[in-house]
């Protein structure tokens, strides 16, 4: 499907992607892959929910460490719910023209109300930003009525799923907008081995237990980012992955965080 062909005017506010996680795919808290597993069983219960007034969980709100599976959640309901899964461009929707933004997240929502499909509003804070902070000047208050304007009338089949890094910056009234908020973590040890088993799995006289605790403050993209590493100087140097290698990977890799901070 071609975004131009139904609407012209979001065709650079959404990006198409795809997706190939499942909820298997997922390393998550229990708390957060139970609560994904109670929004599958409501769409697939959808029509029967109806019969009773009542609606199918359909807009989330996950907030937590960059890297820790908020992008990752929504690939996962994509799949799962077999639905398009659409990013929308936050950065192309908030704009300093006075106005502009709201009509954009007008089409946006005519768009989602059109196409049933998982939506990806991410770093969501630019739009959902508290009323009456140091900044504001009257525009983001608008920004953030018009959204809730059009998130509380939506009534569409899409799911609708606003994600940020920085919760305390929301504007409180849009909580209870949402169906469910989420809170993403770093992965506790048990979510670290399994990441670790996972991405090193031509490791197998490696001992995992005793790599781990080095994994230790990272987030679940990092670890992956890390691992990737350590995979391609085993098949560029054609060596065996090693508790020494994976030392030395981390150590290179944290050297480059601190010339980046």
Partial sequence: MHIATRHKDVEDLLIQCDSFDDLKSLIASDEIVEKIKRVLKEYEKRDEL?????????????????????????????????????????????????????????????????????YLFDE?????????????VGE???????????????????????????VSSID????????????????????RLKLLK???????DLDFSMIEPLFEGMSHAEIKMVCAD????????????????VKSVISMHNARCRNIG
């Fill in 50 to 118: 109806k019969k009773y007034g009542l609606a199918n969980r359909r807009k989330l709100m996950l907030y937590g460490d960059p890297g820790t599976g908020k992008t990752m959640t929504a690939r996962v309901l994509s799949k799962e719910l077999n639905l398009p899964f659409f990013v929308v461009r936050t950065e192309k929707v908030v704009t300093k023209f006075m106005g502009e933004t709201g009509l954009k997240l007008s089409n946006i929502f005519d768009f989602i109300s059109e196409v049933p499909a998982v």
């Fill in 124 to 136: 969501f804070d630019a739009i959902g930003a508290q009323r009456g902070m140091d900044n504001d």
């Fill in 140 to 166: 983001q208050r608008r920004i953030l009525n018009t959204f809730l304007q059009l998130l509380e009338r939506d009534s569409s089949e899409s799911f609708i799923i606003a994600a940020t890094n920085s």
């Fill in 172 to 191: 409180k009234a849009l909580f209870r907008r949402f169906d469910d908020v989420i809170e993403y973590t770093l992965p506790d040890c048990q979510q």
């Fill in 198 to 204: 996972e991405s090193l799995y031509t490791a197998k």
């Fill in 230 to 245: 350590i995979f391609k100087d085993s098949l560029l140097n054609d060596i065996t992955i090693t508790e020494e290698l």
